[in-house]
């Protein structure tokens, strides 16, 4: 006999995705219409395997949402699980602590939405031989810098018993530091299995020879940019009546983001650059495991046409995008061109200083570029054109100081590789000329 429940986490309904949007209107759409239908994935996943539970551990929204398309969205979905017999266990995480819907939407008698004190519900579970009782604790603000653990009740005994808490543990790259807590002090708690959420990566930590708790990070059931690259999921969880635990990852994503990378140095003229951007993509789509690839191309290599692809970043995109929809159900998130010129690359140190262009860019990398004179200048001329833009679409500049200068650096590097290569390019013609 079994206890059987999926665990989800950082759905983000509805989320906005407004930087993608700048660059591609549709496929903004598309991810974000991905999201709901990512969700519909994990309540046919319930259905189709006759759950017990469902068990979300926060940020099932992006923010303060008050979209009532959204919550009528929620309200169908979670009533296919009423309907069902199936629970729906709720807590909320940072991102949607002050959720307007969660507060004063009516939802199906099914659906207990945990509150900022923690509390145990036992729940009905007449195939497993033990009581199964859920323990819960919301965010009661978006910021939770101390451990939440001590507010969570200890373990009824001659029950299974199992944790949902949003904690960031202690620490993950790109992840403010929310509720944390160590993977130890959570298996010496003595529940049975924690559902968690927060961290976007999917991480598993089995039970030790101390304890007998598993931990799982449910990660994100759709990934939204490219730094939530990979197919996405939910885990399938089943307690035995021994207490063991199996757990089963299974995949909601419809967008799947990837980095794909293109060695163009064999390249010897445009025809032969975008037919490896196109085996590219055939071979990234024949492995992603999601509906849709969204491609990050990443082109490298020496080759005599760095500057040309540089020049004409515009079309080469345009021949990506068309190749891109040639595969099939494949998008063009990004094209970065690192390729460096051929001649660069043959010529020793002291001649690359013969030719006026590669004089011109060590001398814009090496002078300009690093000049704080030259630097405050574009802080101060970004930081003017940021206040102008609605307050929604800044933090595409940057969150902070450190965030606004990289960028800057970015945009510098990038601009003055297109401004090389458009002297290249006139240098060029005035030969053949």
């Known amino acids: 006999m079994t206890y059987r429940f999926i665990h989800a986490a950082d759905i983000h309904l509805d989320s906005p995705l407004r930087s ?38 926060g940020d099932l929204y992006d923010g303060d949402q008050t979209s009532m398309k959204t919550a009528r969205f929620l309200a169908e979905q979670l009533r296919r699980l ?49 009581p199964v009782v859920i323990h819960g604790l919301s965010f009661a603000k978006p910021h939770a810098p101390e451990s939440l653990l001590p507010n969570y009740g200890l373990p009824v005994s001659d029950a299974v018993n199992i944790g949902l808490m949003h904690t960031s543990l202690n620490g993950a790259e790109g992840h403010d530091l929310y509720a944390p807590v160590s993977v130890h002090d ?18 598993v930590y089995a039970p030790t020879s101390h304890h007998n708790s598993t931990v799982v990070m449910a990660g994100n059931p759709q990934g939204r940019d490219i730094n939530e690259a ?19 990852e299974r995949l909601t994503s419809i967008a799947q983001f990837e980095r794909v990378s293109v060695d163009v140095s064999a390249c010897e003229d445009w025809r032969a650059i975008v ?11 024949e492995a992603t495991l999601s509906e849709q690839l ?56 002291a001649s690359a ?38 307050p929604e679409i800044r933090s595409t500049f940057g969150n902070d100081e450190a965030q606004a200068q990289a960028l800057i650096g970015e945009l510098l590097h990038r601009g003055s590789e297109d401004v090389l290569a458009e002297l290249s390019a006139a240098s060029q013609a005035e030969e053949q000329a």
Not at 82 to 89: E, S, W
Not at 186 to 203: D, V
Not at 236 to 247: A, F, K
């Open 353 to 390: 200083t013969h030719d006026p262009l590669q004089e011109l860019g060590r001398l814009i990398e090496n002078e300009l570029v690093s000049s704080p004179v030259f630097q405050t200048g574009l802080a101060e001329q970004m930081d003017a054109l940021v206040k102008k833009l609605p």
């Open 82 to 130: 009423d309907q069902a017999g199936i629970d729906v266990f709720i807590i909320r995480g940072n991102h949607d602590a002050l959720s307007k819907i969660t507060k004063e939407l009516i939802l199906p008698e099914r659906v207990q939405i945990f509150d900022r004190k923690a509390r145990a519900i036992t729940v009905s579970a007449p195939e497993h031989s033990q």
């Open 294 to 349: 969204v491609a990050r191309l990443h082109l490298t290599g020496t080759t005599s046409l760095a500057w040309q692809m540089r020049r004409d970043h515009d079309l080469l995109l345009t021949e990506a995008e068309d190749k891109a929809e040639q595969t099939g159900n494949c998008w063009i998130e990004k094209l970065e061109i690192e390729s460096t010129p051929l001649r660069s690359a043959t010529q020793g140190a």
């Open 186 to 203: 959570l298996q010496s708690h003595g529940f049975h299995y924690w559902a968690l959420g927060h961290i976007h990566k999917r991480a």
């Open 230 to 248: 990979g197919a996405k999921s939910v885990t399938l969880v089943t307690i035995h009546d021994d207490g063991t635990v199996q757990t089963e």
């Open 275 to 285: 037919q490896k951007i196109s085996s590219a993509l055939e071979d990234k789509r």
């Open 20 to 57: 993608l949007a700048l660059r591609n209107h549709d496929l903004a759409a598309l991810i974000g219409n991905a999201t709901r239908r990512a969700f519909e994935n994990i309540i046919d996943l319930c259905l189709s395997e006759r759950v017990n539970a469902l068990l979300i551990a």
